[in-house]
Each structure stands twice: as C-alpha cells, then as structure tokens.
C-alpha cells in the first residue's frame, strides 16, 4: 500500500458483487423464502424485544409467535400462546420486517418478564418455482429475558445504562475519551472505504462507553464481542469500548511499532462494515477484512511500513480465530475468495 490515493482493481469489485449476490448479500430480483432472524437462537433480550424477519414477494399474511413452548400446530400457531405481531415495519435493506406485541398474556403489558422464551415466524408461501403452496415455518428460535438489575427502590440517582437504540442521539466527537459517543473520523473513513469497494454506504460509528456496553451488546448473537452490525439499526456499526480504545490509540498516540491490539481493532471495524456492505457469512466477511483493511487503514492516515506492519499482523491474527471465522481452502493467496488472484496483494504480500 502506498501513499497515493489506493486505486481499487476491477477484480476486487467483480468478486465483491458476486460475494453480495451469492453469499448472504441482497438482491431484489432474487427470491428468499421467510426466514427469522433476530432475536437470534440462544440470544439474551430486553423485556420488550423487537422481532426481525425476511419475508420475500411470495409470502404473506406472516405472523410471529411468542411462547413458553415450542409445541405448535399444523397452522403454526402456538399452542401456549404469550404473544404475536404481524411484521408490516419494514427496514431500509430489502425484505426485512419487524415487528414488537404490544401485550404479553404472562403480563399484561408490552413487556416480558424474565425467563426463558421461544419465537417463530409462520407465513403462507406461494413461490409459482415450488410448483407448490402453503404454511411454512421459520423457527422456533429460543431467547431469554434476563431479569431485571434495577434496585427495587430505583436508580438511586445513577443514569440508567443506554442499549444501542439510543445510538442516534449520541453527541458526535473526533476524539474518543471514553464516553458513549459516535466517532466522526471513523464514520467518515468507513463511508471512504465502502466507496473504495464500489459500495458506498454511510454508517454511522458508535463508539460505547464500558458501562454501556454490556446492555448494548446483550442482544448481539456472539459473546465477549470486540464490535457487532445489527439488520435491525442496518446504519450503524457498534464498537466496543476496547476496540475504541485501540482505534484512539492508532489514531492519536500510535505506538512506534505496529502491534497485534491495534491491528485487531481496525480489522474489526473492517470487517463489520463488510456486514454492513451486505456480507453475512463470517468467514467470507472476515477473508475480505483481512485483505483490505490497510484501505481503511489508508483513509484514518496511516501510511507506509507502519501500514504495512499491520497488514502482517492481520494474516498473523487470522490463522488463530475461531474456526466459524477462517476458512484456510478458499482464503489464502491464489484461493476462491482472493480479491487480486494474479497480484501479489495484501496481507500475503503487504
């Protein structure tokens, strides 16, 4: 990577387009059959969770399910009902819905108390390809309630922790102190970025205190995670405070040599702006963050061999991430999913 503006190869672009064609990304022209998504299988929610689903133009009259059990009938309705909505609230991305039930029977509000719950999503489906029609069933997936951790006789005059819808309302900084902020310097560089892969799309950094994260984070799929995109706030990227920390320190106090911590950081943020770009799948996700991250990099003004250092230590990182993140047959030098195949290209060749 040099100092000039870094020129993006028109194979990078082409597998790109394919990857968002093929591998989880959108296309309206394609059909998808009903599916749940969020909350995911085994996720800890709020009282009130919100229900994200992806229905297509050959499903109706969709319904979500909430219940203490997974018993159903052949309809898909269930056979201990707590609560349902019809998911009519549509998001920006394609065919994606959501909805919340504005009464729990367990309750009587619009609130669930804690415990242990199942979710599902029953649709009629037409697909005139099926050569058939008829109720299909996405689920049930199992979430659980934690309970509640605020004292009996309130807060005690401390602020109650923020969960990540109150993103759009925070203040936007250049610099990062630690507070519940969105990051503007890395806003504007992930929007270069997007730009630079043929996508572009402007999302919003937020970067989130530690007090907050944990309630922030609570209804992610992964524990323990450094950042996360969410369909359901498809214009943000949440950062934990760690990656922050990392970032701030690459961007303001950088060590003078690259090192494993930093490189983490900005090949996270890399990665979920991939997903946000509309990659699901993680190991694809994580093979095209690991090959252009130093681009990001580039636009947060690091250049040269300190860029090239961290390039290095992203293939270092790699090769010691879960298995559900690697995939060591199609991302390698040469591989199915190498974005310049006839070019020595990072981070094989920095």
Known sequence: MCDLVPKSPLAKLVVFALALGVAGGFSPSVAHAGSGIQPANGATTSEAPTF????????????????????MTSTGSPVVAVGSCSPTTPLPEPNMYTCAPSTYSSTGSSKLASGTYYWWVAFLRNDPAEGSSGTRVSGPFQFTVAASTTPAGG?????????????????????WRGASVKQGRLSAAVYQ????????????????SDRDWPTVSESAEHHNLLGFW????????????????????????????????????LDTVAHEMIHAMGIRTEPLTECFAMQTADVLGWYLGIRGQYLKGLSRLFLAAYKLLPARYRDPVRCREGGAWDLEPKNPSSPWHP
């Open 52 to 71: 994200l689903v992806s229905l297509d133009q050959y499903d109706s009259l969709a319904s979500v399910h909430v219940s203490t059990s997974t018993e």
């Open 155 to 175: 807060s005690g005059g401390v602020a109650p922790t923020r969960t990540r819808a109150a993103a759009p309302n925070l203040p936007t900084v250049q610099r």
């Open 193 to 208: 970025y997007s730009k630079w892969l043929g996508y572009p799309r402007r999302v919003a950094v937020a970067c989130w």
């Open 230 to 265: 969410a369909p359901l706030q498809p214009r943000w990227l949440h950062l934990a405070p760690q990656t922050c920390r990392a970032m701030e320190t690459l961007l303001t106090s950088r060590p003078q040599y690259p090192n494993v911590i930093t490189a983490n950081a």
